[in-house]
């Protein structure tokens, strides 16, 4: 189940947190959608990280700014049980799709 979701201090990632460990293989880039002040981010790469593969990693193709508003949303790709969706390791079930969640906004990059 989703938990929790915020940037990394230099503003490139977004970490989507977990309750649980998660395969290591992941949902596709196109899955997510990040939104920073209500604008679309091109997500470059998706990947399950850390050590308890608790968390899945979004890499973003520029940096989100301190005091930017950033949401993010996640579908799942068919109501099937995916090998290429955000699933649990143990169980291989899918995670829900959300939609819209607040991101905890940690980026320490300026405003240009």
């Known amino acids: 189940m989703y938990?929790?979701?915020a940037t990394t201090t230099d503003g490139t990632k977004v970490?989507?947190?977990?309750d649980q460990p998660l395969s290591p293989d992941t949902a596709s880039i196109w899955d997510f959608i990040v939104r920073v002040?209500?604008?679309q981010r091109y997500v470059s790469d998706a990947v399950t990280s850390t050590a308890d593969n608790t968390e899945v990693e979004l890499s973003l193709s520029t940096a989100i700014q301190t005091g930017e508003t950033v949401t993010v949303s996640y579908t799942d790709p068919?109501?099937?049980?995916?090998?290429?969706?955000?699933?649990s390791l143990?169980?291989?079930?899918?995670?829900?799709?959300?939609?819209?969640?607040?991101v905890t906004n940690n980026s320490?990059?300026?405003a240009s």
């Open 108 to 110: 320490t990059v300026a």
């Open 37 to 39: 002040d209500g604008s």
């Open 15 to 18: 970490i989507l947190t977990y």
């Open 78 to 87: 068919s109501s099937n049980d995916d090998d290429y969706a955000i699933q």
């Open 3 to 5: 938990v929790s979701s």
């Open 90 to 102: 143990s169980y291989g079930e899918d995670a829900d799709s959300f939609g819209d969640q607040i």
